[in-house]
DNA sequence: ATGCCTGCAAAGCTTTTGCAGATGC
DNA sequence: GCATCTGCAAAAGCTTTGCAGGCAT
């Protein structure tokens, strides 16, 4: 059985096309951040009739069960990146629009800390910096 | 001249009710984060004839004059806080929605450096914490 | 056979825009 | 008086939902 079927049932999800064509885009995908948008082109350039309601459903599901995660940038439509199981947050180029990865241990213990210090647990945070090319 | 006035004038922006009303509330609401629907029904409940259009129309020009500035928070309408010209960043309750403000230097030092150090200057930055109250 | 899944189209929600009239300077 | 501003209504952009049929197990 091929990996991405094992995903889906270990979430609980039956096997699919569209759930497995739109795994496979974003496991083989360069740029790995899409939005919803860039899937369904890319399921039609394969010929794939999927509806752009299916991709919303699926990758809805996808989050749900812990595949994928999905981020809002500043404006824009919502971009989404399979879970690797590492956690990085993100910068943006605000001339090109590329994305770039980061990860930072001493941010991450600031925020617990923070969170702690206001009678708070820390369940998740969105982290974005927004640069531009070094004048 | 009201201090309204003034801050309009100097914008650049024509001093006018909807702008200078939409101004007050912001100034006076307690809780200090409100959509443009929050400020639209501030409007009403003062029974201001102002156009929900209107609202946002003045809300952008306020933040592109450096008045105030948009947040968009995980997911829902953006909202919008007057700048008292001190940054910081946010904290969200994700049971009550409650919105806490913090600043931290080291976290703002390390933003610098990674851009930096990933050719980029830093031009801005979105943080936001999602927590829950300690257990 | 059954219940989950899908495509389509329509609706929803937030935000923006075109236009004709109103207002500030 | 003239440019800017405003309200209204319509549109735009992204995402969700209702429904009738289709598919996986």
Do not use: W
């Amino acid at each position: 059985m091929p990996v991405e079927d094992q995903e889906l049932k270990k979430a609980g999800l039956k096997v699919t096309l569209p759930r497995v064509k739109i795994l496979q885009i974003l496991e083989n995908v360069v740029d790995r951040h899409m939005t919803a948008e860039d899937i369904y082109q890319a399921l039609r350039d394969a010929e794939e009739d999927v509806g752009i309601a299916t991709v919303y459903r699926v990758l809805t599901q996808f989050e749900a069960a812990g595949l994928i995660e999905r981020h809002n940038f500043d404006n824009g439509p919502a971009v989404y990146e399979l879970d690797r199981g590492e956690h990085h947050d993100h910068m943006v180029c605000t001339e090109t629009g590329k994305v770039i990865e980061f990860h930072d241990a001493d941010i991450e213990k600031i925020q617990e800390r923070i969170a702690k210090q206001n009678g708070y647990d820390l369940v998740g945070h969105s982290l974005v910096l927004y640069v531009k090319p070094k004048s």
